[in-house]
């Protein structure tokens, strides 16, 4: 597996987000997921993708399981992430950045990670209650107490980067991007390369969409967050499943898949950039994992851009009280 550099960070091209194998897309196998963290390991992709927030609680654990079983001399072979900052009780959710809870959360995480740091140390959501500064500080002092090894922030806006930058090092921004939301491209990831920041792109698939595999919400789980999310909707399913046939279409010219080419579009949007598909099953992430060796051409790239399918997709990404938690 090829080696990509986030910030001062470096780490395999690929990630793995875990997400999945806990919560949001139906239900899940411990022990497939499992296996499947070990043959990630096995495959050269080290970056493993968690945070506090999935389950709750019950991801980190999951991945504290992984990596316990295979002891503690592959430790240091994983890059290891998570997230703090949003809180869930019941069915209701908060964002919080005090302090006092940044500490808390981080020390909550390493016992259920059963590890002594986590390398990149996520602030999930933006506080807007708190100033960033009062947030980066005390995140600041975890890295000097030597729980962290590099500090992370996810959709948050450029200015709020800038101004956490200023108080410790943002090694790495997490946003979603992909073929069909390329919000990153409008500022923040211009000031990521000013910076020196890297970009973890989750949803690298569309949430599953670009894979091509999903043909109708029916076979989503009553449990699957997509069954509610807009873009998954009504006439959105429909005008989505059509640009999802163009991917298809480019993929089987070149001789991939539409996972693969969509992977690969993001690996060619820059050096500095690392995608976290996620999956809960060893078959997807061998085929995600071949993605790194798809080369994109730049007659490749220009088919795709014509596609304007960044522009065309139908539904925003979340449901307006989430997406007023982005970008602030």
């Not at 995140?139 to 709020?160: D, F, Q, W």
């Amino acid at each position: 597996m090829r080696q990509r550099t986030l910030g001062t960070l470096t780490t395999s091209a690929l990630g793995l987000g875990c997400m999945g194998m806990s919560e949001f897309y139906g239900p899940g196998d411990d022990a497939e997921s499992v296996a499947t963290i070990h043959r990630a390991l096995d495959l050269g992709v080290t970056f493993l993708d968690t945070a506090d927030m999935y389950g709750p609680f019950t991801n980190e654990q999951l991945v504290g399981r992984a990596l316990a079983q295979l002891g503690a001399g592959r430790r240091d072979e994983v890059t290891l992430a998570t997230k703090f900052g949003i809180q869930r009780d019941g069915g209701t959710r908060s964002i919080n950045g005090h302090p006092d809870y940044v500490r808390a959360a981080l020390d909550a995480s390493l016992a259920r990670l059963g590890v002594d740091h986590i390398d990149l140390y996520y602030q999930h959501r933006v506080d807007d209650r708190v100033p960033i500064e009062d947030t980066w500080g005390a995140l600041s002092e975890a890295v000097a107490a030597g729980k962290v090894r590099h500090l992370g922030i996810s959709e948050a806006s450029a200015e709020t980067v800038r101004r956490a930058h200023a108080v410790h090092p943002v090694t790495a921004g997490q946003y979603e991007y992909s073929l069909w939301t390329r919000d990153p491209e409008d500022g923040v990831l211009a000031t990521f390369r000013e910076l020196g920041i890297g970009l973890v792109a989750y949803s690298p698939l569309g949430r599953g969409f670009l894979s091509g595999e999903i043909t109708d919400p029916s076979q989503f789980d009553p449990s699957d967050f997509r069954r509610s999310n807009p873009r998954f909707q009504g006439a959105n399913f429909q005008r989505n499943l059509d640009l999802v046939a163009e991917v298809r279409s480019l993929a089987e010219a070149k001789g991939v898949t539409p996972a693969q080419l969509a992977l690969a579009w993001v690996l060619a949007q820059g050096d500095d950039i690392v995608p976290i598909p996620g999956t809960k099953r060893q078959r997807y992430l061998e085929q995600n994992a071949a993605a790194v060796d798809v080369v994109l051409t730049a007659d490749d790239l220009a088919a795709i851009e014509k596609l304007a399918i960044g522009s065309d997709v139908a539904g925003t990404r979340y449901a307006a009280e989430t997406m007023g938690s982005l970008n602030r």
